[in-house]
């Protein structure tokens, strides 16, 4: 795994998204800007490539660079996102798995990955519960809208290869 060049994240922060999308998970560059603003010790911004093309990006956190509802032990994901061009390809599932490996090795002391993810995004959610989270969560109203928030052990993916 190599450090994002300042093209490579100039090129990643130019890909757009729906504006359904972007509402709720917000913008590539957004994602990048909140990483730019993390403590390297607390964040890890993980950028995907298919030959040499920019396709996807998650950001993951601990805290204190969590939101306030995350726990001292987790990990939050934070606006995986995947390039429209790609979208439906089961990128997104790949990125996902990909990034627990990464959060379990990153954050050694962490025990779990936690999300919120919009409830009416069907698409996100058939992922998500496809890994079998140790929680779903009830539907609640978050800064977006109706969401739900959800938990996946992570310990089982400590000493898994990664394969990006």
């Known amino acids: ?19 359904e999308q972007e509402d709720y998970g917000g913008t590539f560059r957004g994602t990048i800007d909140e990483f730019a603003l993390c403590h390297p010790d607390d964040c890890l911004c993980l950028a995907y490539y298919r030959e040499s093309n920019p396709i996807g990006l998650v950001l993951l956190k601990v805290p204190p660079a969590s939101p306030e509802w995350v726990q001292h032990a987790q990990v939050s994901m934070h ?20 990034s627990l490996k990464l959060a379990a090795s990153r954050f050694p002391d962490a025990k779990e990955l936690v999300l919120a993810v ?8 058939a992922i998500y519960l496809a ?11 978050g800064r977006m809208g109706m969401e739900h928030r959800m938990r996946f052990d992570i310990t089982v993916y400590r000493n898994r290869a990664v394969t990006v």
Do not use: C, W
């Not at 606006?79 to 990909?98: N, R, S, W, Y």
């Not at 890994?131 to 609640?140: E, I, N, Q, R, T």
């Open 118 to 125: 919009d409830a009416t995004n069907v698409r996100a959610k």
């Open 131 to 141: 890994l079998d989270p140790l929680d779903s969560g009830p539907v609640f109203r």
């Open 1 to 19: 795994m190599a450090r994002a060049t300042s093209a490579e994240l100039s090129e990643i922060s130019n890909i757009s998204m729906p504006l």
């Open 79 to 98: 606006g995986l996102k995947v390039a429209p061009k790609i979208q439906g390809t089961g990128l997104g599932k790949h990125i996902f798995e990909e």
